[in-house]
């Protein structure tokens, strides 16, 4: 079936940088962007930012821009999502999810990843 | 970036009865560009209503949604136990793709 899977919970100090992974299977992973969403605990959801099929393009939330680096590896179909300079707002659970087949990358996002948290404490 | 206010925060209904959220844009969102999620404790969000109206695969005829421009409504016509969750309406027909703070639907 299709599905993302995520990896597991990680805690890093203030200052460092957290590397998530998400693989994907069930579908043809060129063929789908992937975005990246976190979610404080107690709040609504936050998107991060997209990747493209090809890999060679990302669009960030302005807020995340310099810190927030997205990557590809079309050979494993997974996606990676690399946060730095860590600070305590930055805990939250982390989400990797598709964006629904249609025209371009304004689509809506229809399968999530399981969620990975990112515990930002010293 | 498009600010999505979703109201009441809470809504307490029993089982059986109709439940009808809202969701207003700061501006105008193309109705092509709406989709709402479904979130359960412990769960990520799961994909309802695209497109402001039409339903994803497998969710039951139960639930729609409606509106144009600025303003938008999730209606479930008839609640099931399973329906008691977090609803979060969300805009991505403009970068950055946003969400609403949610709709809690608690059992009164």
């Known amino acids: 079936q299709v599905q993302l899977v995520q990896s597991g919970a990680e805690v890093k100090k203030p200052g460092a940088s957290v590397t998530v992974s998400c693989r994907a299977s069930g579908?043809?992973?060129s063929n789908h962007y992937m975005h990246w969403v976190r979610q404080a605990p107690g709040q609504g959801p936050e998107w991060m930012g997209i990747i493209?099929?090809?890999g060679d393009t990302t669009n960030s939330a302005h807020k995340f821009q310099?810190?927030?680096?997205?990557?590809?590896?079309?050979s494993t179909s997974t996606?990676?999502?690399e946060l730095s300079s860590l600070r305590s707002e930055d805990t939250a659970m982390y989400y990797?999810?598709?964006g629904a087949a249609?025209?371009?990358?304004?689509?809506?996002f229809d399968i999530w990843g399981q969620g990975t948290m990112v515990t930002v404490s010293s | 970036d498009i600010v999505l206010t979703q109201s009441p925060g809470t809504l307490s209904l029993s089982?059986?009865?109709r439940a009808t959220l809202s969701c207003r844009a700061s501006q105008s969102v193309s109705s092509s560009f709406?989709?709402?999620y479904q979130q359960k404790p412990g769960q990520a969000p799961g994909l309802l209503i695209y497109g402001a109206s039409s339903r994803a695969t497998g969710i039951p005829d139960r639930f729609s949604g409606s509106g144009s421009g600025t303003d938008f409504t999730l209606t479930i016509s008839r609640l099931e136990p399973e329906d008691f969750a977090v609803y979060y309406c969300q805009q991505y027909g403009y970068s950055p793709r946003t969400f609403g703070q949610g709709t809690k639907v608690e059992i009164k």
């Open chain 1, 102 to 108: 249609g025209s371009g990358s304004y689509t809506s």
């Open chain 1, 52 to 54: 493209y099929p090809s």
């Open chain 2, 15 to 17: 089982p059986g009865e």
């Open chain 1, 96 to 98: 990797c999810a598709r």
């Open chain 1, 27 to 29: 579908y043809t992973f």
């Open chain 2, 34 to 36: 709406l989709a709402w």
């Open chain 1, 66 to 74: 310099g810190r927030l680096t997205m990557t590809r590896d079309t």
């Open chain 1, 79 to 81: 996606v990676y999502m």
